[in-house]
């Protein structure tokens, strides 16, 4: 049987995978001798077991415990439940992974009636049913709420406000130690009359229910949506820390923080953090009370502010990071009670690794492992347009920067619903605080604001690590979440106005402002340069305007790997033109319309090669199915008979109704589009190649360059690109000769047909290039529709029956093989064949690991995400980084 507990002093920091990284970081910093109150951690190992076993922990782990708490008890002289010295833990969660909040803590625990009748003797009474009180609500909420009602915080919650009022007070604070022991007894009547049995005196059955009730909060909903958001698999569970508590509540030489050895908003180098006299750790982090910034300590306390500084220095030189560390100093005595490495914003940890290059602490390689490619979005982040005039309605803390403007909602459900995910409306989720259960909501909004809450709050991490333009602790404002409506001094904001946020600089705006792109630092460039040295892919973007391309080459691409030539038709002024070509029933007529797209594609196509500036461009000719830019057919269908009803005739709608009833198909997505459309309609394409050779010559007639590569989109069988590719070299060739220059361009297919990659060495005879279309690619090799899909792969990703979503990162078992086929025999026929990919997987940092692994020679993806994609690239090419959950 495996060892499934470890006192902090068995342990060390690599052993995160079974120790959580709590638990391994709490056992590394007792052992380079740092103050750490002694505790022990039960293993994931036993979490599976608990989950594997129908919810029940395996037999004899509470022995092992109380040996583990023995030598605890032994090392602090305090015995668990001894009224004349108790020793009183906490039990904590920790997974490999780290998942602030979201799973369940409990403090304070070993009291019971008889030990706090003993303590209040020898100590401050009002701290001993302060914490009791505590305690009871903290254990009743996460041990036993999932059986009982009305037995969570909230319900605590709301018998404390009661007693309040009685007693004619507004802040806890003002209730005496008399009032608390009256609530401590309200609380225990309560357990009783919604459970039907005391709260439990015996201290080992409360440390038992409160290992099973944090190894169950593993699978409660806001975890399981973290985890899902950070790809952590759920296999991995959580272990249990149960440590010796300290307190920073027993008086004022007493208090408790948290701090980054950084600045995690902006990776500035000096210590960053927040911490409160006189209260417990969840004061800080649970956003109820503001505290205070930690540089206030250097003053109120030099002497434990230069040992704390001290530390996160040896801390951060220890782990080579920026680490995030959680204190108390109880009585004057600093312990630390975490360490880990610190979420930080997108900008904040490009800073970091920059400069910790730059100190020497660690290597470039290093760096550009360290940083999470997705996390470079940050660094995109909007900002208000420079010069805007704005009046600042109210100020708070800078908690998530960026900007944001939208609609204002007080709950996080309704934000979720309309917001991204849901009716895709911009809103602005606005609380009083922020619960790690108001997550859904947060995701779904532009930005988040709070009422009260500190940098360090879970609600601000949260909006950290997640990109959200955050303004917390902002004390201006009065949320009176009731009336769907906050205030500030005669200001009422109502659910539905609009506010704009400044998260970067922690400004409420009223109504809203212009947003921009943000500029790209000096530290962004530096990094990526890095990257670019590394990398072996060669990275392009997905682009179908000037405007697009100019801002992914200013992102770093390196030319274009797809342009949609159809998007150019569904721009409003041309759609009458396109309808016109489609609708058509003469050669002649046809002819002329396609004559005026000629005009549009070729000025689009001029565009894009200037802003190019030499650069190549895989230029796809159009692909999806004509109906596509004609009326929707069902709508038509009304219309038409609703006229007959009336006695009216339409002839023009009418004869729109029987071409759009021609070309209706059951399933268009694998009906008249790519390469078949251009074999029956071959004016279409032909016109298309004009335009595209026509702009290159435009362009390099006046001294430019240009580098076209007209791509053949789903090709199945290699005469279905011999017959396109033989009528378009036709057109090449004449426009050549009219222009009186050669144009390097060249002809190329993509590959997303499962046949056209198996037979890929018959077509890579005929063609200079593939890119893959991993969408269709994907959608044609497991047979699931890319429109709409999502009904059952929702469920088949949570059942786990597929490990995620194939549309989002390449399922490289099955897709990935038919792409390795595609290259080797491709590769065969043609050892320099050229191979990209230009599905949305180009983008997806494991996706473009898998890339590099099969030889790719570039990427081609959406110009936000090049950057991305440029880190991505380099850490498939270090072999480390990408993520490794
Ligand atoms: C693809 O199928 O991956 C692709 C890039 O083409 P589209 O998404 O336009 O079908
Ligand atoms: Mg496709």
Redesign the pocket.
């Known amino acids: 049987m495996n060892k499934r507990v470890y006192l902090f002093e068995e342990g060390d920091k690599s052993m995160r995978d079974l120790l959580g990284g709590k638990g391994a970081n709490l056992a590394e910093m007792t052992n380079i001798g740092l103050p750490v109150p002694p505790g022990f951690t039960i293993t994931t190992e036993v979490c599976t077991e608990y989950y594997e076993n129908d919810r029940r922990l395996p037999q004899g782990l509470m022995d092992e415990v109380k040996s583990a708490l023995s030598v605890v008890e032994k090392k602090l002289d305090k015995k668990f439940g001894d009224p004349a010295n108790p020793l009183l833990v906490s039990v904590r969660s920790g997974a490999k992974f780290s998942m602030p909040g979201m799973m369940d803590t409990v403090l304070n625990l070993g009291l019971n009636d008889s030990i706090v009748n003993r303590l209040i003797t020898a100590q401050d009474p009002r701290f001993v049913y302060d914490s009791y009180r505590r305690f009871i609500m903290m254990l009743s909420d996460v041990a036993y709420s999932d059986k009982f009602e009305h037995i969570t915080k909230h319900d605590f919650e709301h018998i404390f406000a009661d007693l309040k009022k009685e007693l004619g007070v507004k802040e806890d604070l003002e209730v005496d130690a008399a009032g608390l022991k009256t609530l401590c007894d309200r609380f225990k009547a309560h357990v009783l009359k919604q459970t039907g049995s005391e709260f439990p005196q015996d201290p080992f059955v409360q440390l038992q229910a409160a290992i099973e009730a944090v190894f169950r909060s593993w699978n409660n909903e806001r975890a399981i949506i973290y985890r899902r958001r950070e790809k952590i698999p759920d296999e991995i569970g959580t272990a249990v820390t149960v440590q010796s508590m300290v307190f920073g509540n027993l008086g004022e030489d007493c208090g408790t923080g948290v701090a980054f050895t950084r600045n995690a908003s902006t990776g500035d180098h000096h210590v960053f953090g927040e911490y409160l006299m006189n209260a417990q750790g969840e004061d800080v982090v649970a956003g109820v009370r503001t505290p205070v910034p930690i540089d206030q300590l250097a003053t109120q306390n030099p002497d434990i502010y230069r040992q704390f500084d001290d530390i996160c220095k040896r801390l951060e030189a220890h782990y080579k990071d920026m680490q995030d560390i959680e204190f108390t100093i109880e009585h004057n005595r600093l312990f630390i009670l975490q360490c880990r490495s610190g979420k930080r914003t997108g900008p904040a940890a490009v800073k970091i690794a920059v400069d910790q290059v730059g100190e020497g602490l660690i290597t470039k390689a290093e760096a550009l492992a360290r940083v999470d490619p997705e996390l470079l979005n940050h660094c995109l982040l909007p900002v208000i347009a420079p010069n805007t005039k704005y009046k600042v309605l109210a100020k708070g803390l800078p908690a998530g920067p960026g900007a944001a403007t939208g609609t204002v909602v007080f709950d996080a459900n309704v934000a979720a619903e309309l917001g991204k995910g849901g009716k895709n409306q911009k809103v602005i989720l606005v609380r009083a605080d922020t619960s790690p259960d108001d997550l859904k909501g947060m995701l779904a909004a532009q930005g988040v604001l709070t009422e009260k809450g500190g940098m360090t709050s879970h609600a601000a991490l949260v909006a950290r690590g997640f990109g959200i333009p955050t303004v917390a602790g902002c004390s201006e404002i009065h949320v009176d979440g009731h009336n769907r409506r906050f205030t500030v001094g005669d200001v009422t904001v109502n659910e539905g106005d609009e506010i704009s946020l400044n998260g970067t600089l922690g400004e409420v705006i009223l109504g809203s402002v212009p947003v921009e792109d943000a500029k790209l630092t000096g530290e962004f460039g530096t990094f990526l340069s890095w990257a670019d040295e590394v990398r072996k892919l060669g990275i392009r973007t997905n682009a179908d305007t000037p405007e697009d391309t100019a801002l992914a080459i200013k992102f770093g691409a390196e030319g274009i790997g797809l342009c949609r030539t159809e998007h150019m038709f569904f721009e409003g002024s041309r759609r009458p033109v396109v309808q016109r070509m489609i609708l058509a029933t003469s050669d002649e007529d046809r002819q002329k319309a396609l004559d005026e797209l000629l005009v549009f594609q070729r000025e689009d196509f001029k565009g894009i090669f200037e802003a190019l500036n030499g650069l190549p461009a895989t230029v796809r000719l159009i ?1 999806p199915p004509l109906h596509e830019f004609l009326p929707n057919r069902e709508a038509l269908i009304e219309e038409v008979a609703t006229l007959k009803a009336q006695g009216k005739s339409d002839p023009q709608k009418e004869a729109m109704l029987r071409t759009v009833e021609q070309m209706h198909e059951i399933n268009p997505m694998m009906g008249l589009r ?1 390469c078949r459309l251009s074999i029956v309609f071959p004016q279409i394409v032909a016109m298309q190649t004009r335009a595209i050779l026509e702009g290159a010559a435009a362009v390099i007639k006046a001294g430019g360059k240009a580098h076209p590569e007209i791509m053949i ?2 090709v199945g069988h290699v005469n279905e690109l011999k017959v396109v590719k033989a009528g378009l070299e036709k057109t090449a060739k004449a426009v050549e000769a009219e222009q009186g220059i050669t144009i390097p361009y060249i002809f190329g297919t ?1 590959i ?1 047909v499962p046949r056209g990659a198996l037979t890929a060495d018959e077509i890579a005879a005929e063609t200079e290039f593939f890119s893959f ?1 991993t ?2 690619l994907t959608q044609m090799t497991y047979g699931f529709s890319r429109d709409d899909s999502d009904k059952f792969l929702k469920p088949y990703v949570e059942q786990k029956i597929l490990p995620g979503d194939p549309f989002e990162s390449i399922d490289q078992t099955g897709v990935g093989q038919l792409m390795e086929i595609a290259v080797e025999k491709g590769r065969r026929v043609k050892p320099n064949l050229k191979i990209g990919i230009c ?1 949305e997987h180009g983008g997806e940092p494991r996706s473009i690991g898998f890339c590099h692994k099969i030889g790719l020679n570039y990427v081609s993806c959406s110009p936000y995400r090049v950057p991305i994609a440029r880190l991505a690239a380099a850490q498939a090419a270090l072999g480390k980084g990408v993520s490794d959950k």
């Open positions: 692909d790519g989109p789903l993509m997303e279309g969408n269709d599905g």
